[in-house]
């Protein structure tokens, strides 16, 4: 496992240098890193390390989503209003609306197999967006809106509310029943994880204030609390709905509320450990790819995939009518709502281990939505923001 190690950070920062220099995302040559390490060519990643994968995946997202939370004032979110709440579900909904209307007659799937899959590809990626997000926050580049604060928590939310959908369609498929209940697990989720997360960072800020201790020691303190959250959602599934995701952004953003000077002086130090989890994290994501899958896809794939795109960009659109937002604002919001890739490689092989008949296309539009989305939304973010919104002075 150490040998693997080695060679995803080695390649992973060598093809993320590379890609940069070309003035392309890093995260490319980590999502290649992956390929080139993972079982599709080389094979040089240890079985231990595969088998711990989505382990390793879930950290940098905890690292990541914290990272947010603490940047993320919820005052600035307030200002948007309307359309960050719209945008925590419509755009997914018009993405799956859009599979269900392409889907069949390209790949000859049913309507079933086409929920599923536009529910695998809808979930919009925090790993790629809200790094770039954050970004444009120091930089204060479309903060006058609150632009990057609202795209930011509209993707966490996003991801709650497909994968609850994900879960009903296949307890269909599998021949259970969905019934009303299931889909008042969504704001119950919401509710639930958002309340967890606020508590406990008041809970945080009374004990760090009380106990002096150093500031690693906090954010070893704070990523055990994040991972006991994610292991709460699991237990408390069959009972009660909790987005684990959610509570640790929100605990974040409770320890920046009450606790502020804290909160700005260990910003620092999670952006510093993003440096080694967003390799992880992309080469990981890279791994899981299975090029023999891509390639056989066929063209039809592709064109579904990007149909599903246009439909969600319609849908952000819709989101911001009525706004504030000028035509190069929204544009920008469409553009950053669309990379794909950490969802889509925790759930999309499940409907295939379930034995599902639609479980191969649904993996393989899983893979391609990775290899085709994360690259345009990530360049895409990388190259428009300059052009697309407006710097606060300073």
């Known amino acids: 496992m150490l040998t ?15 890609f940069t220099r070309l003035k392309l995302p890093a995260l490319l040559g980590m999502l290649l890193t992956g390929i080139i390490l993972g079982p599709s060519i080389c094979n040089l990643m240890a079985p231990s390390l595969l088998g711990i994968s989505v382990e390793l995946r879930k950290i940098a997202l905890v690292i990541i989503l914290l990272r947010a939370g603490l940047a993320l004032d919820i005052n600035d979110l307030k ?162 709905p909790l987005s684990g995701l959610l509570a640790v952004m929100f605990m974040g953003i409770s320890l920046l509320r009450s606790y502020s000077v804290l909160a700005k002086r260990i910003s620092p130090k999670f952006t510093k450990l993003w440096v080694a989890a967003e390799i992880i994290l992309f080469v990981m994501v890279g791994a899981v790819v299975d090029l023999q899958y891509a390639f056989t896809a066929g063209l039809a794939a592709i064109a579904v995939i990007v149909c599903a795109m246009l439909f969600r960009m319609a849908g952000v659109f819709l989101c911001t009518l009525g706004t504030s937002l000028n035509t190069k604002e929204r544009l920008f919001c469409m553009i950053a709502y669309l990379p794909k890739a950490t969802v889509q490689a925790a759930i999309g092989s499940l409907p295939l281990a379930m034995g599902l008949p639609c479980g191969q296309i649904v993996l393989t539009v899983a893979v391609l939505s990775i290899l085709i989305t994360a690259p345009i939304g990530a360049v895409g973010i990388d190259n428009s923001y300059k052009r697309l919104l407006e710097s606060e002075p300073t």
């Open 4 to 18: 693997s190690l080695a060679y995803i950070f080695l390649l992973g920062l060598a093809l993320g240098y590379f």
């Open 79 to 240: 200002k948007v209003g309307r359309p960050a709440l719209l945008m925590c579900f419509i755009p997914a909904c018009c993405e799956i609306g859009g599979m269900l209307l392409i889907a069949p007659p390209l790949l000859g799937v049913t309507l079933l197999d086409a929920a599923i899959m536009g529910a695998v590809v809808a979930a919009v990626s925090p790993a790629v967006i809200v790094p770039r997000m954050l970004m444009l926050m120091e930089k204060k580049i479309g903060t006058k809106k609150s632009i990057p604060q609202m795209i930011m928590a509209a993707g966490s939310v996003d991801d709650v509310f497909v994968i609850v959908l994900f879960t009903a369609f296949l307890s269909l498929a599998s021949g259970g029943d969905v019934s009303a209940l299931s889909f008042v697990q969504i704001p119950v989720s919401i509710v639930t994880g958002i309340a967890l997360g606020v508590l406990v960072g008041y809970l945080l800020t009374l004990y760090f204030k009380k106990y002096h201790m150093r500031d690693s020691i906090k954010l070893l303190i704070m990523m055990s609390c994040a991972f006991l959250f994610l292991q709460l959602e699991e237990v408390l599934s069959p009972y009660v």
